[in-house]
């Protein structure tokens, strides 16, 4: 029996999605500092190793802490990336040896899929940079951390099938109908029709029509919706393709 056990560190990955004023779906990202490194291929993912007296959980809590200055967000566990090559870049090694002040030659990541609403004020205290990426233009990115995105979006189309009030996390309070087409759309990326869409929406109780409508607007002003928590959870409707 082979007993080449390794020897690795494990490390926490957040991928935090938002959805912005232009109906565009988004992943934040941060900005590390490796020497000799253009800026504009130093783009991340939020993440950190794991403290010894830390569990896993607590950990992605504190990156997202560290990331947004929010103490609570809504965060799922969704995979570990565990492949031997996936640090083996002459820029990402460097950067750990700066970052950590040891040498690190192999390390696991559990990656976090967690939602933000976009309006938040994001208020870090360890990132002196941290942008909103819109989902098809994120760069090439270190490590494994495009993939990492990759799977982050087949995470979460699954997460809003099975919970359908997720969804609503990345929306503002008061949302119109194309509002929440879109954000589906872009989390799907199927063409949906929005009529049939409109029709299956207006038939859940917890969507709630507001006596508002937008305001200066070019184009026909829509009705403000809200969602109800307490009503979906007496209905929870799973919404239909």
């Not at 990402?92 to 609403?117: F, G, N, P």
């Amino acid at each position: 029996m082979n007993q080449n056990f390794i020897h690795t560190y494990v490390s926490v990955d957040c991928v935090v999605f938002g959805f912005d004023h232009e109906n565009r779906l988004n992943i934040l990202l941060v900005q590390r500092h490796v020497d000799d490194v253009p800026l504009e291929k130093q783009i991340k993912l939020p993440g950190s190793l794991i403290f010894s007296d830390e569990d896993v959980d607590d950990a992605a809590q504190r990156v997202l802490h560290e990331l947004t200055g929010i103490k609570k967000m809504v965060l799922k566990q969704f995979r570990c990336f565990a492949d031997p090559m996936r640090a083996s870049n002459v820029h990402d090694i460097k950067w750990m040896d700066q970052e950590y002040k040891h040498h690190i030659d192999r390390i696991i990541t559990v990656a976090y899929l967690s939602l933000c609403k976009i309006d938040h004020k994001i208020n870090s205290t360890k990132y002196d940079t941290v942008d909103w990426y819109p989902i098809d233009e994120v760069p090439v990115l270190p490590f494994d951390h495009n993939k990492i995105i990759s799977e982050s979006l087949m995470e979460i189309r699954k997460w809003i099938e099975s919970d359908f009030s997720i969804i609503f996390e990345l929306l503002p309070k008061r949302f119109t109908i194309r509002q929440l087409y879109q954000l589906y759309s872009a989390l799907n990326e199927k063409n949906i029709d929005i009529k049939n869409f409109h029709k299956k929406i207006s038939s859940f109780p917890y969507i709630v029509p507001l006596d508002e409508i937008q305001k200066d607007v070019s184009h026909r002003a829509a009705r403000y919706y809200r969602f109800d928590a307490k009503i979906y959870k007496k209905n929870n409707t799973k919404l239909i393709k």
